[in-house]
C-alpha cells in the first residue's frame, strides 16, 4: 500500500528582490507592463511540486512512489530523492528534452512572479496509471498534482474509471486552463487542495460556489497563508488550524507542498482532519525558514518538540509513535 504522487518534477532558479513588486508595477499601466528587477541572490535547488510532496512523504518515512517525466539531467536529483524514501522507479526519463525548470522573483513582502518551462514534464501525459497501481497490488490514494494538462486529464479520468481514490491539487495550473477543463479535474476528489486565490480562480472559472465545490469533492483543504488553514466536509463544520511560529521567513517556495505532504500523511495515519492540517502547517512552517524546497531539515524529535509547543502535548503524542516509526 501506498501514496502514488503525480506531479511536475524540476528544477528551482530562485531570485531575491529587495524592494516591493507593489512599488514597480502600475495598476493603470499594466496594459503596456515592462519590468525588470534587479535581484541579489540567485539560488538553485530542486523542486516541482509532485517532488516537493513526495520528498517530504518519504521524510515522514511513508516510501511515495513518484510518477513523472524527467531529462537525462535527472540522475543526481533521482538519487537524492531515493536517499530520502522516495520510490523513483516511475519516472519516465525523456530522450530529447531537459527537466522542467521553475524561474521565481520573491520580493520583501513575500510575494512571488515565476515562470515554468515545461520541457519533459510534457510527456508525461504518456503515462498509464493502472500497470503502477497493479504492481502495487493497490493504493491508498493518488495526489494529481500540477503538471501537464493533458495528463492531469488523464489521470485524473483513470482514477475516475478505475475506481481510484485521488486528491486533487490543480494549483498553478488553474491560471492556464478554462473552466470545463478544470471541472473534470475537481469532479469525485476524495480531496480538493487549494490556497485562497487558487480557489476563488477556480470558482470564477467553473461558477461553482462553495456549497457546489463540496458538492463534488470528499474534503475540501484550503490554506490561507500567514492565517493557517481551513478543511471541511459537506455538512459538517470548518476546521480551521493556525500555523506554528516561525523562526525566520527565508523563502515561502515549496510551503504549500510541504503543507499537502504533512496533511497527506495524516490522513494516512488515520489521524482527524484537524491533526492532518497541524502536521501539514507544521511542515510547511520548517519549509519557509530555508530557501528552497527540500532543503530543511527533518528530525523527528525536534518536530514533535515544536509540534506540542504549538498544538499542544496531547497533539503530539498522537502522532509521535508514527513520526518515530
Not at 535581484?39 to 516541482?48: P, Q
Request: net charge negative; charged share 20%; glycine share 10%.
Amino acid at each position: 500500500m501506498s501514496i502514488i504522487v503525480t506531479g511536475s518534477i524540476a528544477t528551482d532558479y530562485l531570485t531575491a528582490f529587495p524592494g516591493r513588486f507593489v512599488e514597480q508595477i502600475l495598476p493603470d499601466q499594466l496594459d503596456s507592463l515592462s519590468v525588470s528587477f534587479l535581484v541579489e541572490e540567485l539560488a538553485i535547488h530542486r523542486g516541482g511540486a509532485g517532488a516537493n510532496i513526495a520528498f517530504n512523504l518519504g521524510c515522514l518515512g511513508l516510501a511515495p512512489v513518484l510518477v513523472g517525466a524527467v531529462g537525462a539531467d535527472f540522475t543526481e536529483y533521482g538519487e537524492w530523492l531515493s536517499a530520502h524514501g522516495v520510490d523513483i522507479s516511475e519516472v519516465q526519463i525523456s530522450q530529447t528534452q531537459h527537466t522542467a525548470r521553475f524561474m521565481c522573483i520573491t520580493d520583501s513582502d513575500q510575494n512571488q512572479i515565476a515562470s515554468f518551462y515545461p520541457g519533459a514534464m510534457s510527456e508525461s501525459r504518456d503515462i498509464e496509471l493502472a500497470p503502477i497501481v497493479d504492481r502495487l497490488y493497490r493504493t491508498d490514494l493518488i495526489v494529481v498534482g500540477p503538471n501537464d494538462p493533458t495528463a492531469m486529464l488523464r489521470h485524473t479520468q483513470e482514477c475516475r474509471d478505475r475506481g481510484y481514490p485521488f486528491a486533487a491539487d490543480p494549483s498553478q495550473q488553474l491560471a492556464t486552463l478554462e473552466g470545463e477543463q478544470i471541472k473534470p479535474l475537481v469532479e469525485g476528489a476524495a480531496y480538493l487542495l487549494t490556497n485562497v486565490y487558487e480557489r476563488g480562480l477556480l470558482q470564477h472559472k467553473t461558477g461553482w460556489s462553495d456549497e457546489d465545490i463540496l458538492g463534488r469533492v470528499g474534503v475540501s483543504v484550503m490554506t490561507r497563508g500567514a492565517k493557517g488553514v481551513t478543511v471541511q466536509r459537506p455538512d459538517e463544520p470548518i476546521i480551521s488550524v493556525a500555523p506554528p511560529q516561525e523562526r525566520v521567513k527565508a523563502d515561502p517556495t515549496g510551503v504549500g507542498d510541504a503543507f499537502r505532504a504533512g496533511f497527506l500523511a495524516g490522513v494516512q495515519w488515520g489521524v482527524s482532519d484537524e491533526r492532518a492540517a497541524q502536521l501539514g502547517c507544521m511542515l510547511a512552517t520548517l519549509v519557509i525558514e530555508s530557501v528552497g524546497t527540500q532543503e530543511h531539515k527533518f528530525e523527528p524529535e525536534t518536530f514533535l518538540e515544536r509540534f506540542s509547543d504549538a498544538y499542544g502535548a496531547d497533539s503530539a503524542v498522537e502522532v509521535a509513535e508514527y513520526l518515530r516509526g
